[in-house]
Every structure is written in structure tokens, then in C-alpha cells.
């Protein structure tokens, strides 16, 4: 992203954005698990990936129509690990993010826009997660996750959902984001939209775009 523009609002994702990244997570539990890797990658491939038809596994749970033992149950039947051992399907999914910690420089980051005048919002694909609302809900408006609206990123109607929430048009409102898809996604509804890599990356960029954030954090 170039060039100052006019941002009223920041949508934000969740896990590996407000969250440590999800890929450090993956990787402490498929050491834990003994998953293959390339079999989950596979895997994710298969009922994620862009080619993938609507409807698979993956879709269903992030949009609340699959329960998660059910998930569970078919994702653990598609996995592999390395030495042959069975895999447990019980708390599959959870022992998948069991390594993800809150990010306090981005949350940090939130309040800070808050408090220059800029909305903050939340849009996550749910993965049939426990969410600190306690934390969230008090900072973030709207909060949208994917389970509870049956709508799921990067589809356009998720994007258009949190913008009639916001009440703003997408030229005015930043979308944050860890996987290339949403950004894109976001992107073909209008919304501005950053890769996030890493919290003084993201920052510094916002702070290109917003008048009175700090490029660094204090």
C-alpha cells in the first residue's frame, strides 16, 4: 500500500494478526502429534486452498455448519503422522491452536487507534475457537466471526456484512489480515487491504495512512 488516504476504520483479523502467528502453533503441534506436515498441507490444500469446490470440511465449520467433533473426526481421518501412530481425534483442532497467545502489540495498537478516532472492528473465520470476548467485545465494534454469521472470508458478503456494521463505504475502511486470500478478497470489494507480517510492520505501515499514530510503539 502507497499514498495517504482518508481511513475511518480498521478491521482487524484474529488469529496471527491479534494472536502470536498460527503457523508457530501448527508446527508445536504437529511436533507434539507427530502429524506429517506435507499430510496436513494436504490436506489444506484440498478444502482451502482457491481450486477447492464450496462446501468442503473446512467451509463448513468456519461457517458454523459442521460441528467441531464432527471436524475433528474427518480431519484426523485425513491426517498422517510420521511413525505411524494413530492419531487422537478428540480436541483435534484445539490442540492445533493450543499455542496461540494474544499479540499485546496489537492490541495494543487497537486502543491507540481508538483513541486518534478510529473505529476498530474485528472479522474472523472461526475455526470453532474460544474467543476472549471479554477482551474483544469492549474494544472492537463490530465483532464479526464467521461461525456465528455463516458467512466466511475471503467471500465477499462476510466484507460487505461488517462494512454495513461499520456504516462506512470500503474506500474508508482498512482491512488487516495474515493470509494472502482475505486480503485479497477484501481488495475485490473496494476495501484497502495489508498483509500483516509482523506488529511493527503493520504499525508502521498504518502510521503511513493515519494521521497522529506513532510508526513505532513506545
Not at 8 to 21: K, N, Q, S
Not at 167 to 188: I, Q, Y
Amino acid at each position: 500500500m502507497t499514498g495517504a488516504q482518508a481511513i475511518d476504520a480498521v478491521v482487524f483479523d484474529y488469529g496471527g494478526v491479534l494472536t502470536t502467528p498460527v503457523r508457530d502453533s501448527v508446527a508445536a503441534w504437529q511436533a507434539a502429534d507427530g502429524i506429517d506436515p506435507a499430510s496436513f498441507t494436504r490436506v489444506l490444500k484440498a478444502w482451502l486452498s482457491r481450486s477447492a469446490p464450496p462446501g468442503t470440511p473446512i467451509h463448513r465449520l468456519e461457517m458454523g455448519t459442521l460441528p467441531l467433533d464432527e471436524f475433528d473426526a474427518l480431519l484426523a481421518r485425513e491426517l498422517s503422522t510420521v511413525d505411524g501412530r494413530p492419531i487422537n481425534p478428540v480436541g483435534l483442532v484445539s490442540r492445533l491452536f493450543a499455542g496461540l497467545r494474544p499479540e499485546p502489540a496489537m492490541y495494543a495498537l487497537a486502543e491507540e487507534l481508538r483513541s486518534l478516532g478510529i473505529a476498530v472492528a474485528l472479522l474472523s473465520n472461526s475455526w470453532g475457537n474460544d474467543y476472549p470476548r471479554d477482551r474483544i467485545d469492549p474494544l472492537f465494534d463490530p465483532v464479526v466471526i464467521s461461525g456465528e454469521v455463516g458467512l466466511r472470508k475471503p467471500w465477499a458478503p462476510i466484507f460487505e456484512l461488517t462494512l454495513s456494521r461499520l456504516g462506512l463505504p470500503p474506500h474508508r475502511v482498512l482491512f488487516v489480515d495474515d493470509a494472502m486470500a482475505n486480503v485479497e478478497g477484501a481488495r475485490v470489494v473496494g476495501l484497502p487491504a495489508l498483509l500483516h507480517t509482523d506488529p511493527a510492520t503493520t504499525r508502521a505501515e498504518l502510521a503511513r495512512l493515519i494521521p497522529g499514530l506513532r510508526p513505532t510503539a513506545e
